[in-house]
């Protein structure tokens, strides 16, 4: 019997809609790389999965509101001091937030957190507040929000990349990475090898214009 066609060119995406326990599984498995099937669907294991997916869609979310809120003030991004108040009007709902129903509480900008079982918030990088859109050459490697310890709003910050030992934690001590995101690209955090992975289950930000 022939074996099936392989296909190992073809891209892999991300897909909204998928079972929230497999859903939570592919975070662990991409960002925690250990091992144990049982561990994977232990309960601490799912709880901090769906924090951390809640945590980089609400990101994802207000990103896009941070490039409307341009779009309708002369291409100049938010100012610092109140750009979550800034940009509350421009946020719409994506379909992660349809597809994983009550499971997952998505960070909104009136909420005071990013991943509300972490106790983690999300900070503007002060370096783009209030300038032009335009301006900023390289979006793609220019960090917009970033995931930062403690609760809190319109908190705004310089960006640096934080210690993966200090990231909230998936499973027992085993971290996951700071989420970060930039103006153009998808939400990622580093790895405990320095690698940047995106996040599983976040498709949100895959449809942007440029």
């Keep these: 019997m022939e074996a099936p066609p392989q296909f190992p060119g073809a891209p892999k995406k991300s897909k909204t809609g998928l079972i929230l326990g497999g859903l939570a599984l592919a ?3 991409c960002c ?3 091992g144990g ?3 994977y669907f232990g309960k601490g294991a799912l709880k901090g ?3 951390m997916i809640g945590c980089s869609v609400g990101m994802t979310q207000q990103r896009e509101a ?3 809120y341009a779009e309708k003030h002369g291409g100049k991004l938010p100012p610092a001091a109140t750009w979550q108040d800034s940009i509350k009007p421009y946020v719409t709902s994506q379909k992660e937030e349809e597809a994983l129903g009550e499971k997952v509480k998505f960070a909104d900008p009136s909420d005071d957190f990013c991943d509300r079982s972490s106790e983690t ?3 503007y990088n002060g370096a783009i507040a209030g300038k032009k859109l335009a301006e900023v050459e390289d979006k793609m490697g220019t960090v917009a929000l970033f995931e930062v310890p403690g609760r809190g709003r319109n908190k705004t910050a310089k960006w640096s990349e934080q210690p993966f030992a ?3 934690k998936i499973i027992a ?3 996951r990475g700071w989420i970060r995101i930039p103006l153009k690209g998808e939400a990622s955090v580093m790895d405990k090898r320095g690698r940047i992975k995106p996040i599983p289950g976040n498709t949100a930000n895959m449809n942007f214009g440029d």
């Design 37 to 39: 099937f049982m561990l």
């Design 173 to 175: 001590e085993e971290g």
């Design 121 to 123: 918030s999300i900070a």
């Design 27 to 29: 975070v662990v498995l």
């Design 32 to 34: 925690c790389g250990c």
């Design 49 to 51: 999965s769906f924090g």
């Design 166 to 168: 200090t990231s909230p």
């Design 66 to 68: 941070l490039l409307t």
